[in-house]
C-alpha cells in the first residue's frame, strides 16, 4: 500500500506557487517538406510536474522530513496526495532527477516554513 500524505499536513498550497505546467515531453513534432511541422501525441502514459508550496508551522516542519526522508525513502516512493483543484487523491512522487526534490525557506519571524514539494503526478 503506497504512503500517504499525511492528514495533519498542509493541504492548501500557496495560490501564488498553483501553476500546472504542461510537460513537453507529451508531444512530438516531425518536420515535413513543406508547410509547418506535423504535431502529434507522444502518448498518454506522461506524468504532470507541479510545483506547489505549503505552509507549514516550524514545529511541524521536521515531520515533513521525516515522511520525505523515512516513509518515502528520500523521496523515490510515490504516495497520495490531495489535489486542491480537482478535490480527489492522485498518486504522486516527488520528480526524479531534480537537484532538490524540495525547498524549505524560513519565513521572516521564523514561525513558518514555506515547503515547495517538486512533484509530479503519475499516470
Same mark, same amino acid.
Given at each position: 500500500? #503506497?504512503?500517504? @500524505? /499525511? #492528514?495533519?499536513?498542509? =493541504?492548501? +498550497? *500557496?495560490?501564488?506557487? @498553483?501553476? +500546472?505546467?504542461?510537460? +513537453?515531453?507529451?508531444?512530438?513534432?516531425?518536420?515535413?517538406?513543406?508547410?509547418?511541422?506535423?504535431?502529434?501525441?507522444?502518448?498518454?502514459?506522461? =506524468?504532470? /510536474? *507541479?510545483?506547489?508550496? &505549503?505552509?507549514? /508551522?516550524?514545529?511541524?516542519?521536521?515531520?515533513?522530513?521525516?515522511?520525505?526522508?523515512? !516513509? *518515502?525513502?528520500?523521496? !523515490?516512493?510515490?504516495?497520495? @496526495?490531495?489535489? +486542491?483543484?480537482?478535490?480527489? =487523491?492522485?498518486?504522486?512522487?516527488?520528480?526524479?532527477?531534480?537537484?532538490?526534490?524540495?525547498?524549505?525557506? *524560513?519565513?521572516?519571524?521564523?514561525?513558518? &516554513?514555506?515547503? =515547495?514539494?517538486?512533484?509530479?503526478?503519475? /499516470?
Amino acid at each position: 500500500m #503506497p504512503a500517504v @500524505w /499525511p #492528514p495533519a499536513f498542509p =493541504t492548501e +498550497p *500557496l495560490a501564488s506557487s @498553483w501553476k +500546472p505546467k504542461p510537460d +513537453p515531453r507529451g508531444r512530438i513534432a516531425s518536420q515535413v517538406d513543406e508547410g509547418p511541422a506535423k504535431a502529434r501525441r507522444r502518448g498518454a502514459l506522461r =506524468t504532470k /510536474p *507541479l510545483d506547489p508550496t &505549503y505552509v507549514f /508551522p516550524r514545529a511541524q516542519f521536521p515531520d515533513f522530513e521525516e515522511f520525505y526522508e523515512e !516513509t *518515502l525513502g528520500e523521496g !523515490t516512493l510515490p504516495f497520495d @496526495w490531495p489535489d +486542491p483543484v480537482a478535490a480527489v =487523491t492522485r498518486r504522486v512522487r516527488f520528480r526524479p532527477g531534480e537537484q532538490e526534490a524540495y525547498t524549505a525557506e *524560513l519565513e521572516p519571524g521564523g514561525k513558518n &516554513y514555506l515547503v =515547495t514539494c517538486k512533484i509530479e503526478v503519475l /499516470p
